[in-house]
């Protein structure tokens, strides 16, 4: 027999596990969602935010020292875990007392307008502390309860001046079932992310190949996705001049009457799912079975706020250091899709674990959802949520686990022209009921079920300083790697009908290339 037929039986045998496999069916919460749940509602408000001060003491002594300046703090991001609300405030301004913070979520707590708890605690949160953290703007929980934390170093970035705080920028992994525990640290090289410059700002996390992150960068002088291995313990930067810097027709806009000016390169941006029920296994011989299978690609969808275009690289490039370097700008240009016109500029996005994307349209008021598996057209967007007075602004999303959606809108367009009232309402939590979860709940597959490089719970001290990871020789989207759509080299057993045709795939595969 052939080669090439045997090439095109693997690819037809892997479609008949991918069809059957249980695990490939993504997670949903049983909770049903009726139609007044599916409406956003403000779950939280405030005019001005607050933080949980030890003591009312410890509270005056800040106001009086400057060091809490309540007009200078906004929220930008948020995630749900357990029963908390984790939510970043990035030091923009002076006065901010913590970067990062939680509070208990509304069914656990009747106040509409809590106070910030600093997390993981008041030291770790402390100003010009290189080693604790200083901007943070984006954060990404994973489905093993590991926060990921993005801090650009810098603070103060919309004031002048030198008294400002510049430190490398990092990206720390905190447990969050034990409470904040630092289970490993990375400091970018300054080639990649340098110091008081950079703008790191969205994250989103891939647990394929012991855990990628992927960070949008969008300073004025170097623009692109910052990725970063956790098996490799490595980064390198993706630019891409076309689809990551900013559009001049549309640096203009206005929200709720504000009329803004702004040239914001990549911002926004969203991982989505890994398997697509709607394409087809491809059985041209000529076709590699080790890469050909296109259910298993996963898109990183990204905007620069600046834009009315949504665009998308595959996962599997930015995973791979090797084509980053020797890549030509064509060759990225190339490998980007344009997938057209969005109504407005966008700054806050996510996508479910259902493969639909929401995201904000800033000069519209509005909350839209588009699924991924249909054209992006005009049609196929959907706004679910308008209003002029509660929608200024949609920032940070997340979902918990009990299917809703929560959204962050901050009047980020009055907060940087210094037109914050504190008469008024300025920031808001919105939440809905979509009966799905996050990106995150992908079910296993072939690509994230190695547990060799998933966190056990267990800390070693030695990587929580200084971020050793496992050593590899090996491109990380080599074709050994990839080999294992064809389910060699799985950890851990598959279960039912799956299974089975795996061994199968193997037992054939073995048969045919011994004649």
Not at 48 to 63: H, I, K, N
Not at 217 to 246: Q, T
Request: charge should be neutral.
């Amino acid at each position: 027999m052939g080669l090439s037929t045997v090439a095109g039986l693997l690819v037809l045998l892997v479609s008949l596990v991918s069809a059957q496999d249980p695990i490939l069916n993504p997670p949903t919460p049983s909770t049903p969602t009726n139609q007044a749940d599916r409406q956003f509602r403000v779950v939280y408000e405030w005019n001005v935010l607050d933080f949980a001060y030890p003591t009312e003491d410890d509270r005056a002594r800040a106001l009086y020292h400057g060091a809490y300046i309540p007009k200078n703090v906004l929220i930008s991001d948020c995630k749900p875990h357990a029963n908390r609300l984790y939510v970043t405030v990035p030091r923009m301004l002076a006065g901010v007392p913590a970067t990062l913070g939680y509070f208990v979520r509304p069914e656990n707590n009747g106040r509409t307008d809590p106070e910030i708890v600093p997390f993981p605690s008041w030291e770790m949160n402390k100003r010009g502390n290189c080693s604790a953290l200083q901007f943070v703007q984006g954060i990404a929980i994973d489905k093993y309860g590991i926060m990921w934390v993005v801090d650009s170093g810098r603070t103060e970035t919309l004031q002048r001046g030198t008294n400002h705080v510049t430190c490398p920028p990092k990206i720390l992994l905190l447990d969050l079932k034990r409470n904040g525990t630092v289970v490993w640290r990375y400091e970018f090289p300054a080639e990649i992310v340098p110091s008081g410059v950079n703008y790191l700002n969205k994250i989103v996390v891939d647990d394929a190949f012991g855990g990628f992150a992927y960070i949008t960068d969008n300073s004025g002088a170097d623009p692109g996705i910052v990725v970063f291995s956790r098996r490799l313990n490595r980064a390198w930067k993706v630019r891409e001049n076309n689809s990551m810097r900013a559009a001049q027709n549309a640096v203009r806009f206005a929200v709720n009457g504000t009329e803004l000016n702004f040239s914001i390169h990549i911002d926004a941006i969203a991982l989505g799912p890994y398997y697509n029920p709607h394409a087809q296994s491809d059985l041209d011989p000529q076709v590699d079975p080790l890469i050909g299978n296109q259910n298993y690609e996963r898109n990183v969808y990204y905007s620069p706020l600046s834009s009315y275009h949504l665009y998308s690289l595959p996962a599997s490039l930015l995973r791979d250091p090797e084509f980053v370097l020797k890549a030509s700008p064509r060759d990225i240009l190339e490998s980007v899709t344009d997938y057209g016109r969005k109504s407005s500029q966008t700054d806050g996005m996510i996508m479910d674990n259902q493969g639909e994307l929401y995201y904000g349209l800033l000069g519209e008021h509005s909350i839209a959802r588009w699924d991924s598996y249909t054209p992006f057209t005009a049609k196929n967007q959907i706004v679910v949520a308008r209003d002029r007075t509660h929608i200024q602004w949609v920032d940070g999303m997340g979902f918990d686990h009990e299917g809703y959606i929560y959204a962050i809108t901050n009047r980020l367009h009055n907060f940087v022209a210094g037109k914050l009232r504190s008469d008024e309402v300025n920031f808001r939590i919105l939440r809905a009921k979509t009966n799905a979860l996050s990106y995150v709940e992908t079910p296993d597959n072939v690509f994230n079920n190695d547990v060799r490089y998933k966190y056990d719970g267990e800390v070693d001290n030695s990587l929580v300083h200084y971020g050793a990871g496992v050593s590899s020789t090996t491109p990380v989207s080599s074709r050994l790697e990839t080999a294992g759509v064809l389910g060699f080299g799985r950890s851990g057993a598959a279960s039912g009908v799956g299974s089975l045709l795996t061994m199968v795939v193997c037992s054939i595969v073995a048969k045919m290339l011994a004649v």
